[in-house]
């Protein structure tokens, strides 16, 4: 990439697969130290350090049912069969009562199994006689009991480093006696939208003004992820106030992004002022919507300089951004979001960029997933991605694809 020059030796072109490429072998030098936090706040953040499970998950055998604990060898499976109930033993009981042969213990869910049970009988199935029970016939030894380490045993590998911590991970964490996890620390990022035609929400729109939705979308899109961007300006098409809060921003975050100016119009400075503050690493890449997205750096931080039409700006946040603010935390599926599923109408294309198009998905009775183009693909209809859940991927080299072919689609992040 040259650091002088004309502006246009900066276009690239790249293929999606190859800026993506790009854009993770910019991040993993660059990977975010590890923290502590409260296992509260650690939900989607990424472990720093493998899990190691330190006792048997459970700790102790116990039932999974509420009934009686017996042992097994004392029940007639072809008939019924009397037991005295010679104690009784609760969740959280640190006492286990004994009992002999020919007896049982009455016991609830998640209660230590008396030393010698080995089945539990539920109460469904059992009819009380004073204090004795008539066990019906057919229980079966062994049943309804959760032995010591049968989810996972001590010294067990639970999760790795880069795995994201779920909601199921955040609980084996906490039974795994944790109260904070150790995660990569979140990246800064610092959002910017640029342009002259552009008002808050809250502001009248004077002719030729329309309202900054991208603020919103990104910000949306940042806070799927947990992160929190700094408070975000909103700038003129302007050189000099480009560069001096790309300066900024680029002296205190990890990660700059922008949306809007990073054409090739003769308001569009953004790709002159990166390669003057630090370096371009690319700029264009073949998809559409989104083609003129650049990558660079300036400071201590990358920047990511995304095309103003609301769902170019989308787009290029999930194609690129999105894996690399989870590639600077180490995640192991740092752009795995993607499934299969069948078009259910033909597409077609002229051009050989990668195409996203948004659609309906649908899960059918066939067990396959059915992606529906909506109309309105126009880069600057929010209507079409706001109706969406997915984004069809069409291949750079596709021209036709006929309906039933399968397809990658990217799901939007969003509420259901
Ligand atoms: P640009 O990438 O600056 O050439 O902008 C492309 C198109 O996106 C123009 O029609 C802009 O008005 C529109 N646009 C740019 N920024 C925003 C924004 N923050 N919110 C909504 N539309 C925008
Ligand atoms: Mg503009």
Not at 15 to 29: E, K, T
Not at 298 to 321: E, M, Q, S, Y
Request: hydrophobic share 45%; glycine share 10%.
């Amino acid at each position: 990439m040259p650091s002088s020059g004309s502006l246009a030796d900066f276009a690239t072109h790249l293929s999606v697969d190859a800026a993506r490429a790009r854009v993770r072998d910019l991040c993993v030098p660059r990977a975010l130290p590890a923290e502590s936090i409260d296992l509260e706040r650690a939900l989607g953040r990424v472990l720093a350090s493998d899990v190691i499970v330190p006792h048997d998950l459970p700790p102790f055998s116990n039932s999974a049912m509420d009934g009686y604990a017996l042992q097994g060898a004392d029940l007639a499976s072809e008939r019924e069969r009397r037991f005295r109930v010679a104690g009784c033993v609760l969740a959280g009981a640190v006492q286990v009562p004994r009992f002999e042969t020919g007896e049982c213990i009455r016991i609830t869910t998640g209660a230590p199994l008396p030393p010698g049970a080995d089945t539990v009988v539920i109460k469904e199935h059992v009819r009380i006689d004073g204090d004795e029970i008539i066990v019906e016939a057919g229980q079966r030894s062994g049943a309804n009991v959760r032995p010591a380490g049968e989810d996972y045993r001590a010294g067990e590998l639970a999760m790795r480093v880069g795995d994201r911590l779920t909601p199921a991970r955040l609980g084996v964490l906490a039974s795994c006696g944790h109260a904070t996890a150790r995660v990569a620390r979140l990246p800064r990022v610092a959002l910017f939208v640029t342009g002259d035609e552009l008002v808050p929400p809250d502001r009248p729109l004077r002719f030729g003004q329309i309202h900054d939705s991208n603020r919103y979308s990104l910000g949306g899109l940042l806070r799927d992820l947990g992160i929190e961007p700094e408070p975000i300006a909103q700038l003129r098409d302007d050189r000099d106030a480009l560069r001096v809060a790309l300066r900024e921003a680029g002296e205190c975050c990890d990660v700059v992004i922008s949306s809007g100016g990073v054409s090739a119009g003769e308001a569009d400075f953004l790709p002159a002022v990166v390669a003057e503050l630090g370096r371009v690493h690319f700029w264009k890449v073949r998809m559409k919507p989104g083609m003129p997205v650049l990558c660079g750096e300036v400071g201590g931080a990358l920047v990511f300089a995304l095309p103003g039409n609301p769902v170019a700006t989308i787009a290029t946040f999930l194609a690129l951004v999105r894996p690399a603010l989870l590639a600077l935390q180490g995640a192991n599926a740092f752009d795995a979001r993607v499934s299969k599923a069948r078009l259910a109408a033909a597409v077609s294309k002229k051009h050989d960029r990668t195409e996203f198009l948004r659609a309906r998905i649908q899960s059918r009775d066939d067990g396959a997933l059915w992606a529906t183009p909506l109309p309105g693909q126009g880069s600057g209809m929010l209507r079409g991605v706001a109706e969406a859940d997915a984004l069809i991927v069409v291949p750079e080299h596709a021209r036709e694809l006929a309906a039933g072919e399968v397809v990658d689609v990217v799901p939007l992040a969003g509420i259901d």
